[in-house]
């Protein structure tokens, strides 16, 4: 799978803040170009929403984060790109001259995307100097957290391109959807499209309000369609019959006339009111943010279920975490700086990990430390192949000092100290940072080396007892941690 280290963003409003976020947060460097002084903070709204989200949905840790730099022009923000996203607003030429402006520094290599809703790619390709670089990646909003990401290439587009864009945006946790036909507006807003042309006619002839058509979604068929899609879930509406049943039941009911086609309601100054009062008096008493919020929540758990499940989206969501476990297990143990305690952990601190107070639960400062120790073994060789030939460390004891505060939303990071180690036995001590600095907690723990046929405490193999032996002679050089050995009653 390929992953790349540098993307360009080209327009930081709903969707481009959207992309930056979910590749900043896939550990790419994402270099942006926006004309807009409110660019910025709406780009950093967003990478907060996403990290929040990101924190309650992910199981596996994500890599570090890329860096964020606004460039003050389409060309600066271009240069040293593999992929360059394209997300200004929906107008054909000024695409068109975003294009140009990206070729003038972009390397022949760079490929470039366009996250328009509709427009054909071999309209927006024509005045490439290399146009077999460019296709649609059409997004969906949140981009950080729905997979989907339609693939279409232009006449001129390279399938080596659309092979390799294809692999880039799985790499970054996404579905990408190759569209083999070009066609305006590709497959899923045609379909959105005709649900909004008649949910509109429902609204312009009174017959129901914005909130009652929300209602007959989200309490019936948008379930449905969630994990199931149209097709099948019809398959099972025809019984064990199936699709052929369900087809020659309810066909005949398509000549009837149940919906108004092609036909658009025209768009009054009267209709436009009644839909926006409608709306406000539906949802007026929530702001943006917090239906962001409620959104992303849903979303988030609708995906943790469907992993469960094996299904649809979550097996996406499955993958790529599949992928990143084995990535983290990647470890060139000669490049770790070892004179310094190692970095074992990062995490946002998500809401279900807080307690009453507001702040994290003591519960997770053990998830924390738990989490960290794992990664002292990963690092040590005791990886997952390691453990299913029969071997692996338990804990045997912690002890954990809460010093400060870390509220919902916020940063921690865990460095790790080896105190000893060697033989059976593993002695570390972990400090847990605020990404302001504080020292929020400490863990200390004992690990011993266990066989898991027997039970019973064993000694690691060659490599192992190695690599523990390097840590802990390097870290022999670091001061004492302070609060080492305490117990708890004991006197301060
Ligand atoms: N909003 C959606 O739900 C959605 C979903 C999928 C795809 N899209 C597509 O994504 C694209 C962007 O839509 P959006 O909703 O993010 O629009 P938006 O209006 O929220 O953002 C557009 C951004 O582009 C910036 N911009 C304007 N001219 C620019 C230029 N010359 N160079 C760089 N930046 C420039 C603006 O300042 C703004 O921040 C459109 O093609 C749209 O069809 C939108």
Redesign the pocket.
């Known amino acids: 799978m390929s992953s790349i280290q540098t993307a360009g963003v080209?327009?930081?409003?709903?969707?481009?803040?959207?992309w930056i976020a979910r590749l900043l947060l896939n550990g790419i460097d994402v270099n942006v170009?926006?004309?807009?002084p409110?660019?910025p903070d709406?780009a950093n709204k967003v990478i907060n929403n996403a990290a929040r989200a990101y924190a309650n949905l992910h199981t596996v840790q994500l890599p570090k984060k890329g860096q964020l730099s606004f460039k003050k022009s389409?060309a600066e923000a271009s240069k040293n790109a593999e992929i360059v996203i394209?997300?200004?607003?929906?107008r054909l030429k000024?695409?068109q001259?975003?294009y140009s402006e990206i070729e003038l520094s972009a390397s022949i290599d760079t490929i470039i995307t366009?996250?328009?809703?509709?427009?054909l790619p071999t309209d927006l390709q024509v005045e490439l100097n290399n146009p077999e670089r460019l296709l649609v990646s059409?997004?969906?909003?949140p981009?950080y957290l729905l997979p989907l990401v339609e693939i279409v290439g232009g006449e001129k587009t390279s399938t080596t391109v659309i092979e390799k864009a294809s692999d880039i945006f799985e790499s970054i946790g996404m579905f990408p959807l190759h569209i083999k036909k070009e066609i305006p507006a590709f497959i899923a807003?045609r379909l959105l499209e005709s649900v909004w042309r008649e949910a509109l006619w429902l609204v312009n002839d009174g017959i129901a309000t914005t909130e009652e058509i929300d209602d007959a979604i989200r309490y019936g068929f948008g379930l449905r369609w969630a994990q199931m899609g149209l097709f099948e879930t019809y398959r099972l509406a025809g019984g064990e019959a199936g699709m052929r049943h369900f087809i020659s039941q309810f066909g005949p009911c398509l000549e009837w006339p149940w919906t108004h086609l092609m036909d658009v309601p025209e768009f009054t100054e009267e209709l436009v009111d009644k839909v926006a009062n409608q709306s406000d008096e539906q949802s007026g008493m929530h702001s943006i943010r917090a239906l962001e919020q409620k959104r992303d929540d849903n979303l988030v758990d609708i995906l943790k279920v469907l992993k469960d499940n094996h299904w649809g989206a979550g097996n996406t969501l499955q993958a790529f975490e599949e992928r990143l476990a084995k990535n983290a297990e990647e470890i060139n143990f000669e490049s770790l700086d070892l004179s310094q305690p190692l970095e074992t952990y990062t995490t946002t601190i998500p809401q279900k990990w807080s307690d009453f107070n507001g702040h994290m639960n003591e519960t997770h400062y053990l998830e924390c430390f738990s989490n960290a120790a794992d990664k002292i073994m990963t690092i040590v060789g005791v990886d997952r192949a390691y453990i299913a030939k029969g071997n692996s460390f338990f804990t045997v004891e912690t002890h954990i000092r809460h010093l400060d505060e870390v509220l919902v939303g916020e940063g921690v990071s865990v460095s790790t100290q080896v105190i000893s180690g060697g033989g059976k036995k593993l002695h570390v001590f972990h400090f847990l940072y605020h990404l302001d600095g504080r020292l929020v907690a400490t863990g200390e723990q004992m690990l011993i080396h266990v066989n898991l046929e027997s039970r019973a405490a064993s000694n690691p193999n060659k490599l192992v007892n190695e690599r523990i032996a390097a840590i802990s002679s390097a870290h022999q050089n670091l001061a004492s941690p302070d609060g080492i050995g305490r117990a708890v009653a004991q006197k301060l």
């Open positions: 080209i327009g930081a409003g709903v969707i481009g803040a959207g170009f926006d004309p807009s409110d660019a709406n389409v394209e997300a200004v607003p929906e000024m695409k001259a975003v366009s996250s328009t809703s509709g427009i059409h997004p969906f909003n981009v807003d």
